[in-house]
């Protein structure tokens, strides 16, 4: 008989007769190139699908294979020899099946300690009133006019921000919305994560190595009273998952174009109940209603990748005036194909040093074939040359 045709008989694919042929579970015999399956090697396929049935695994099934090939199956011995491997896998089943119980009660108290919390349970946070002094009219550079205001001692929830040059910002929900905000109904904003699932094991391992690389920068700064800004969250959002481990004593200025993705993380930081001051800012402009030369550290998580990838701009052409003489500068990018651009680093290190940063620590690791192949993953520190 036939491959194909014992295929078809016990319902089982070629592929799988093949890898049992590999294994050494099969040994039909052979007409030139051609396999030919006895009735032996029927019944053995048989066996194997009643073992595999049981619980017996393949290395386990080739055991009693070789007894049944090499007995008649009424010597004593043989069948006691297949007892004792019955007996040994019914015993071990059971020890499964008390393994399982022990882990079900395990994932049941992890449940218990991971319920979904309630609204009532998260800190309602708005814009922090030492912000004020940092948010200005970027057409004229003039301080805002509050009004309308629902506001406490520390936040302002909901307002407007009004220059007498006719700009204008609306404060709904905690988050400060300027012109520059995309439309909610443009389909950009990454709410479920994609970035982040089923990410292959390769890539999680480089994006913790870029973690730490700027874990280790970050924290060794002093940033007591300092302001510290990141931008485009939509793509990679470094802060959120290391906001406890840096000076809380700090005014952190978080922006994307998308309202929606910052009002979703905002949501979830709240649920962490983190006393800190977090300006929320929707803006995709770059001309940001920021005061000049506020922001003491600068962190690019990709996005110089993402608004080259996205919008074919320069980050930092648009950053660098809202950066004070002594700010430094620390993230990571790929260096090769941005989306359907091509990254320049070159480039890129040049509009750094035309605004007067020097690169004081650069490390660069190859990126797995899931990245791209061309691609580079650099990881950077710059600070003013002269600061």
């Given at each position: 008989?036939?491959i194909?045709?014992v295929s078809?008989?016990?319902?089982?694919?070629?592929?799988?007769?093949?890898?049992?042929?590999?294994?050494?579970?099969?040994v039909?015999?052979?007409?030139?190139?051609?396999?030919?399956?006895?009735?032996?090697?029927?019944e053995?396929?048989?066996w194997?699908?009643?073992?595999?049935?049981?619980?017996?695994?393949l290395?386990?099934i080739q055991?009693?294979?070789?007894?049944?090939?090499?007995?008649?199956?009424?010597?004593?011995?043989?069948?006691a020899?297949?007892?004792?491997?019955?007996?040994?896998?019914?015993?071990?089943?059971?020890?499964?099946?008390e393994?399982?119980?022990?882990?079900?009660?395990?994932?049941?108290?992890?449940?218990?300690?991971?319920?979904?919390?309630?609204?009532?349970?998260?800190?309602?946070?708005g814009?922090?009133?030492?912000?004020?002094?940092?948010?200005?009219?970027?057409?004229?550079g003039?301080a805002?006019a509050?009004?309308?205001?629902?506001?406490?001692?520390?936040?302002?929830?909901?307002?407007?921000?009004?220059?007498?040059?006719g700009?204008?910002?609306?404060?709904?929900?905690?988050?400060?919305?300027?012109?520059?905000?995309a439309?909610?109904?443009?389909?950009?904003?990454?709410?479920?994560?994609?970035?982040?699932?089923?990410?292959?094991?390769?890539?999680?391992?480089?994006?913790?190595?870029?973690y730490?690389?700027?874990?280790?920068?970050?924290?060794?700064?002093?940033?007591?009273?300092?302001?510290?800004?990141?931008?485009?969250?939509n793509?990679?959002?470094?802060?959120?998952?290391?906001?406890r481990?840096?000076e809380?004593?700090?005014?952190f200025?978080?922006?994307?174009?998308?309202?929606?993705?910052?009002?979703?993380?905002?949501?979830?930081?709240e649920?962490?109940?983190?006393?800190?001051?977090?300006?929320?800012?929707?803006?995709?402009?770059?001309?940001?209603?920021?005061?000049?030369?506020?922001?003491?550290?600068l962190?690019?998580?990709?996005?110089?990748?993402?608004?080259?990838?996205?919008?074919?701009?320069?980050?930092?052409?648009?950053?660098?005036?809202?950066?004070?003489?002594?700010?430094?500068?620390?993230?990571?990018?790929?260096?090769?194909k941005?989306g359907?651009?091509?990254?320049?680093k070159?480039?890129?290190?040049?509009?750094?040093k035309?605004?007067?940063?020097?690169?004081?620590?650069?490390?660069?690791i190859?990126?797995?074939?899931?990245?791209?192949k061309?691609?580079r993953?650099l990881?950077?520190?710059?600070?003013?040359?002269?600061?």
């Amino acid at each position: 008989m036939k491959i194909g045709e014992v295929s078809r008989l016990l319902h089982i694919s070629q592929d799988t007769i093949r890898y049992y042929m590999e294994l050494g579970l099969l040994v039909p015999g052979r007409h030139g190139n051609l396999y030919d399956f006895s009735e032996d090697s029927i019944e053995d396929i048989r066996w194997i699908h009643k073992l595999k049935e049981m619980g017996f695994l393949l290395k386990e099934i080739q055991k009693v294979l070789s007894l049944r090939r090499t007995s008649n199956w009424v010597e004593p011995q043989e069948i006691a020899e297949y007892l004792i491997l019955l007996d040994k896998k019914k015993k071990s089943l059971r020890e499964d099946i008390e393994n399982i119980k022990d882990e079900i009660a395990r994932i049941e108290e992890e449940e218990k300690s991971f319920t979904i919390e309630t609204a009532g349970d998260k800190v309602l946070v708005g814009v922090p009133l030492k912000a004020l002094e940092y948010l200005r009219c970027p057409f004229c550079g003039e301080a805002f006019a509050v009004e309308q205001v629902q506001m406490n001692s520390r936040y302002i929830y909901n307002g407007k921000l009004a220059c007498a040059c006719g700009y204008a910002l609306e404060i709904r929900d905690g988050i400060v919305l300027s012109p520059g905000a995309a439309d909610e109904a443009d389909g950009g904003a990454d709410l479920e994560r994609e970035k982040y699932k089923d990410l292959p094991a390769s890539v999680v391992t480089m994006l913790q190595r870029s973690y730490n690389f700027l874990l280790h920068r970050v924290s060794g700064l002093q940033l007591y009273d300092r302001v510290v800004m990141e931008t485009d969250i939509n793509e990679f959002f470094y802060l959120y998952t290391h906001f406890r481990k840096i000076e809380n004593h700090v005014l952190f200025i978080i922006t994307d174009r998308y309202p929606q993705v910052l009002r979703m993380y905002k949501e979830r930081i709240e649920y962490l109940k983190l006393d800190l001051d977090i300006l929320y800012l929707a803006d995709g402009s770059g001309d940001y209603p920021l005061k000049k030369e506020s922001v003491d550290l600068l962190i690019d998580y990709f996005s110089s990748n993402y608004r080259e990838a996205a919008r074919g701009e320069s980050m930092h052409r648009q950053i660098f005036k809202y950066l004070k003489r002594d700010a430094e500068i620390t993230g990571c990018y790929f260096s090769g194909k941005a989306g359907e651009r091509q990254f320049d680093k070159m480039q890129f290190l040049e509009e750094m040093k035309e605004n007067g940063y020097a690169l004081i620590k650069e490390r660069i690791i190859d990126c797995p074939v899931e990245v791209g192949k061309d691609n580079r993953l650099l990881m950077y520190e710059s600070r003013k040359e002269d600061a």
